[in-house]
């Protein structure tokens, strides 16, 4: 009877490891997007939330070391998994509560104000989850007298894998936030409901029917997430608000004027006619006569109405996220013209594989402050977009910037644009003006914009001759244009310089040391090789490699097939069933724990690394189906992970000491390896040094410390 109630236990154990892994990845996804739309995010804000997660979840390993001081395990352990079902839904709400409060409301947040508030909102989930690794880990070990932290590892994994699956493929696509929470929490507390009478705590069952009761009473009592966005968008009154798989959308009307965000972000503004007349007429004055129109993205409004003066014949308006579009039809625009064709695909995925030529392109995307919009201002982009140009085919985008004046990383930012753009076409120009706008062009461009618009008989409010001073516009123009540096190096796809000039512009604004966080972080990691184990600082390398290495690939799939959002969820869940596999399934490559085993694989990670750069040209240049170079995409994330998986399994074995000891160590630094890699790579490496460059980066990492096992060890 003993034996039974004691493998029954040790079951409940596994499932609650499970579980934990089951409500992190849906914590991190969800809370990760929404503090991404309340701090106007980039790539360095993601890599400053990610550090600070994986930081205080290590910490709370670590802190885990006092789990063997704890009586009632039980009672406690599931006290800390109800704790984990709620602290969601709280600390997202709290996120749009206090944005406002804690910082002035329309100003951009800081990275120091990122840091240090996201380190606070996190803090309680993160702590508690990884205090509860290493408790599991204890309690296991106390049970049955092993060691079973690789077991406890790749069930947490299969739990993140289950979540992924979950969140990636049905609520984003159907719920909005505070629903999804919702859903999570209930899930969570009916199953913890269920493992108390287990685990022999049916006093429980009253806590837990209580908050079950409270979060479902409070879903359809009130409507949180109205709530919530009415916190974050003060004195506007929102008309419409969804989550999407693309961001989230937000529109508000101030008196007349509606506006639109995405991730708190103003996309456009009806009643703007200064931007829209320049937007559309500074290329239809160079064009002769264009029939065929690109639009990519941007706003419907104002814009098709503009290009309807001319004779066009049709215009094809490309934009990804359909629920943008049906915001815009439901809101400004319930009928649309004739000759309008609506795309909803991947801006750069659909100039790739169209074979239709146009007369003129609109690019009305954002500036390239993520990695992500980065992939529509390099050299591979523009060539690709040639192809479906006609002859005298004119292109034109905006950037922000004063005609008057351009700060150090304006001008570099300008310049790179600009020389990228010369690459492929033989003619650019800067037309300044509310936004600076470059055109591009294989026939010749004039500064003299109201002139050729009057020719043409358009009728316009302000881009005419009453309004715009023709000789001034040429004299702006040509001093931007003298102000550029043609040394600058162009922007290319696995080589995203124009992204880390924009976080350079960005952090200015702030007047912030774009490089006090990689020197704080590279001292962290000087100071970890000299005082953490020699084992455990391989693990370091280990959990640095396999973050810096999803990076690289899931940047690489982006930039060769878009943003296809359903795949590169699957490849974030296909990381995690590698984690899972490599520590359940160590003992198949690697029968033995031995430390001749744990240097062979240290070995194969630095090959696998160095080969990677050759692997992502093969990939771009391959002729392939598409569908076969993704599934060898998949394949690489699955072996990386695979290979950080056996690498903590050994690395959790080879040690000799307190079970609740080694958890702790071997978890927490792996967490630390894992932020400082994701960090790292994403703000500084990849922008600086390009996706092949930073390969070689990381087989260096885990070359030093296999150089220093061997050293330290004498083995």
């Given at each position: 009877?003993?034996?039974?109630?004691?493998?029954?236990?040790?079951?409940?154990?596994?499932?609650?490891?499970?579980?934990?892994?089951?409500?992190?990845?849906?914590?991190?996804?969800?809370?990760?997007?929404?503090?991404?739309?309340?701090?106007?995010?980039?790539?360095?804000?993601?890599?400053?939330?990610?550090?600070?997660?994986?930081?205080?979840?290590?910490?709370?390993?670590?802190?885990?070391?006092?789990?063997?001081?704890?009586?009632?395990?039980?009672?406690?352990?599931?006290?800390?998994?109800?704790?984990?079902?709620?602290?969601?839904?709280?600390?997202?709400?709290?996120?749009?509560?206090?944005?406002?409060?804690?910082?002035?409301?329309?100003?951009?947040?800081?990275?120091?104000?990122?840091?240090?508030?996201?380190?606070?909102?996190?803090?309680?989930?993160?702590?508690?989850?990884?205090?509860?690794?290493?408790?599991?880990?204890?309690?296991?070990?106390k049970a049955t007298n092993e060691n079973l932290i690789s077991k406890i590892y790749g069930w947490e994994s299969l739990g993140s894998v289950i979540g992924g699956v979950i969140f990636n493929i049905i609520l984003v696509w159907f719920l909005d936030t505070f629903e999804s929470l919702m859903i999570l929490g209930v899930a969570m507390l009916i199953l913890i409901g269920i493992l108390a009478i287990r685990l022999r705590q049916k006093w429980m069952s009253f806590p837990v029917s209580l908050f079950l009761i409270a979060i479902i009473s409070v879903h359809f009592m009130f409507n949180i997430d109205q709530k919530a966005h009415e916190f974050l968008y003060k004195s506007q009154d929102i008309q419409y608000f969804r989550s999407t798989p693309y961001g989230n959308i937000t529109v508000t009307k101030t008196e007349e004027q509606i506006n639109f965000y995405e991730n708190n972000m103003l996309l456009f503004s009806s009643h703007q006619p200064i931007q829209t007349e320049e937007t559309v007429h500074f290329p239809f004055s160079q064009a002769s006569n264009p029939k065929n129109i690109l639009l990519l993205s941007?706003?419907?409004?104002?814009?098709?109405?503009?290009?309807?003066?001319?004779?066009?014949?049709?215009?094809?308006?490309?934009?990804?996220?359909?629920?943008?579009?049906?915001?815009?039809?439901?809101?400004?625009?319930?009928?649309?013209?004739?000759?309008?064709?609506?795309?909803?695909?991947?801006?750069?995925?659909?100039?790739?594989?169209?074979?239709?030529?146009?007369?003129?392109?609109?690019?009305?995307?954002?500036?390239?402050?993520?990695?992500?919009?980065?992939?529509?201002?390099?050299?591979?982009?523009?060539?690709?977009?040639?192809?479906?140009?006609?002859?005298?085919?004119?292109?034109?985008?905006?950037?922000?910037?004063?005609?008057?004046?351009?700060?150090?990383?304006?001008?570099?930012?300008?310049?790179?644009v600009y020389n990228t753009l010369k690459q492929t076409f033989k003619h650019v120009k800067i037309i300044p003006g509310n936004t600076n706008y470059f055109l591009a062009s294989d026939n010749r461009l004039s500064y003299n914009v109201t002139d050729l618009i009057h020719e043409k008989d358009i009728q316009t409010q302000y881009v005419n001759k009453y309004h715009i001073d023709k000789k001034r516009v040429q004299r702006?123009?040509?001093?931007?244009?003298?102000?550029?540096?043609?040394?600058?190096?162009?922007?290319?796809?696995?080589?995203?310089?124009?992204?880390?000039?924009?976080?350079?512009?960005?952090?200015?604004?702030?007047?912030?040391?774009?490089?006090?966080?990689?020197?704080?972080?590279?001292?962290?990691?000087?100071?970890?090789?000299?005082?953490?184990?020699?084992?455990?600082?391989?693990?370091?390398?280990?959990?640095?490699?396999?973050?810096?290495?999803?990076?690289?690939?899931?940047?690489?799939?982006?930039?060769?097939?878009?943003?296809?959002?359903?795949?590169?969820?699957?490849?974030?869940?296909?990381?995690?069933?590698?984690?899972?596999?490599?520590?359940?399934?160590?003992?198949?490559?690697?029968?033995?724990?031995?430390?001749?085993?744990?240097?062979?694989?240290?070995?194969?990670?630095?090959?696998?690394?160095?080969?990677?750069?050759?692997?992502?040209?093969?990939f771009r240049e391959s002729t392939l189906h598409a569908t076969l170079i993704q599934g060898l995409f998949m394949v690489l994330m699955f072996v990386t992970s695979l290979m950080v998986g056996m690498l903590f399994s050994l690395a959790s074995n080879l040690q000799i000491n307190k079970i609740v000891n080694i958890a702790s160590g071997v978890y927490s630094i792996d967490l630390i390896g894992a932020a400082i890699g994701s960090f790292l790579t994403t703000a500084y490496l990849i922008p600086r040094l390009g996706l092949m460059n930073v390969c070689f980066v990381t087989s260096a990492v885990i070359f030093v410390a296999a150089v220093s096992y061997r050293l330290r060890c004498g083995k």
């Open positions: 009877m003993i034996r039974e109630k004691l493998k029954s236990d040790i079951r409940s154990y596994f499932i609650l490891a499970l579980l934990m892994g089951f409500i992190s990845i849906g914590t991190q996804i969800i809370l990760l997007r929404e503090l991404l739309s309340i701090y106007y995010g980039n790539e360095l804000v993601i890599g400053v939330i990610l550090t600070n997660w994986m930081l205080l979840t290590g910490l709370g390993a670590f802190a885990g070391k006092l789990s063997g001081k704890i009586r009632a395990s039980n009672t406690v352990l599931l006290i800390m998994f109800m704790l984990l079902a709620l602290l969601p839904f709280i600390l997202t709400f709290l996120a749009y509560y206090l944005r406002n409060i804690l910082f002035v409301y329309g100003t951009m947040i800081n990275l120091f104000q990122v840091f240090y508030s996201s380190l606070l909102l996190l803090l309680p989930f993160c702590l508690i989850s990884g205090f509860l690794f290493t408790f599991l880990s204890h309690i296991l070990g941007g706003s419907m409004s104002g814009i098709i109405e503009e290009i309807n003066k001319y004779p066009v014949s049709e215009i094809d308006y490309v934009e990804i996220n359909p629920w943008l579009i049906k915001a815009e039809k439901e809101i400004i625009n319930p009928t649309l013209p004739g000759n309008l064709n609506i795309i909803n695909k991947d801006a750069r995925y659909y100039i790739e594989n169209s074979k239709k030529q146009y007369d003129l392109v609109i690019i009305n995307l954002p500036e390239p402050s993520t990695a992500q919009v980065n992939r529509f201002y390099t050299h591979e982009f523009y060539t690709a977009l040639k192809q479906n140009l006609s002859k005298e085919a004119v292109i034109s985008f905006g950037l922000s910037g004063s005609s008057n004046y351009l700060s150090d990383e304006t001008k570099s930012l300008y310049s790179s702006r123009g040509e001093k931007i244009a003298k102000l550029l540096d043609d040394e600058v190096q162009i922007n290319r796809d696995f080589s995203p310089i124009t992204y880390f000039q924009k976080l350079n512009q960005w952090t200015s604004y702030f007047h912030f040391n774009f490089w006090i966080p990689f020197y704080i972080i590279v001292l962290l990691a000087v100071f970890l090789f000299i005082r953490v184990h020699p084992v455990n600082f391989v693990m370091f390398a280990g959990g640095y490699a396999g973050a810096s290495i999803e990076i690289i690939l899931l940047i690489a799939f982006q930039v060769l097939y878009g943003y296809v959002y359903n795949l590169v969820g699957i490849i974030v869940t296909i990381f995690m069933a590698g984690l899972a596999a490599g520590t359940y399934y160590r003992s198949l490559i690697f029968k033995k724990v031995t430390v001749g085993n744990f240097q062979r694989l240290q070995i194969v990670m630095i090959l696998f690394s160095l080969m990677l750069p050759l692997l992502l040209i093969i």
